[in-house]
């Protein structure tokens, strides 16, 4: 495990590149934490756990695979003063992940991807953060709804809504406002009712900055040798 502090946020990547673990000042874990292992078939796992990204799918599609192409790949860590990037690339495309911050209470994640190919590509992107709800009092959307009821019960559920007003998440030791320039937050409650045919017992609620609302690409494009940017905020 590879630990970077970035401000008052202590990022901690494991050696495959993902982002497992995520803590405020005071060692307060915002991700959840996971063993759990999906199989996404073709050799891929995926851990529910800590953050990772969309692209150019979630959901099966085309020739891109369950999750997207950058789940289980190997990305090139580098760490700079105040700043840490990952890169993805292949003969389609390169994708980029950066974390920084331009003060102490806030980190900014940039990500990027470039179209490589001569051929204009229709994707989906959605910054998958798994965030604990360990402690979590409630979560306050865009649009007023509060998420409240974080027990157990064997449910989930995932549902879309139009960014605005920051979501705002408050737990026993604090809070934390989530920003995005994305058009959506895909949220994705999980009450150990995932994955459906054989429950894991655990609960997690994904915030996913998102361009398009839904689990499949649904028209944004990427010209030839063009490239794609989102950003997401943490402010504690």
């Known amino acids: ?14 050696q495959g590149g993902k982002l497992r673990g ?14 759990y292992r999906f199989d996404c078939g073709e050799g891929r796992g995926f851990v529910p756990g800590g953050w990772d990204e969309c692209f150019p799918t979630i959901d099966p599609w085309g020739t891109s695979p369950v999750m997207g192409e950058l789940i289980g790949s190997v990305p090139a860590l580098s760490v700079a003063r105040n700043r840490v990037q990952q890169i993805w690339e292949n003969k ?20 990027s991807v470039e179209n490589r190919t ?31 009821n974080f027990s157990l019960d064997g449910s989930c559920r995932k549902s879309f809504v139009k960014a605005g007003p920051p979501v705002v998440m408050k737990w026993g030791w604090g809070s934390v406002r989530l920003e995005s320039d994305q058009p959506y937050w ?15 017992g655990f ?27 989102g950003r997401v905020t943490l402010v504690l």
Not at 22 to 35: C, K, N, P, R, T
Not at 92 to 111: C, H, I, N, W
């Open 1 to 14: 495990m590879k630990t970077v502090t970035i401000g008052d946020f202590r990022l901690l990547f494991e």
């Open 22 to 35: 995520l803590q405020a000042a005071g060692g307060h874990e915002l991700l959840h934490q996971s063993d």
């Open 92 to 111: 389609s495309y390169r994708a980029s992940r950066a974390f920084s911050s331009t003060g102490p209470d806030k980190l900014e994640m940039t990500f």
């Open 118 to 148: 001569d051929r204009t590509r229709e994707f989906l992107w959605a910054s998958h953060a798994l965030f604990t709800l360990h402690g979590l009092e409630s979560a306050v959307l865009p649009d007023g709804d509060m998420l409240r």
């Open 186 to 200: 895909g949220i994705w409650l999980n009450r150990g009712g995932w994955p459906a045919g054989a429950p894991a």
């Open 203 to 229: 609960g997690c609620v994904g915030i996913e900055a998102t361009n398009t609302a839904g689990e499949i690409p649904a028209g944004s494009l990427v010209q030839p040798g063009a490239c794609f940017r």
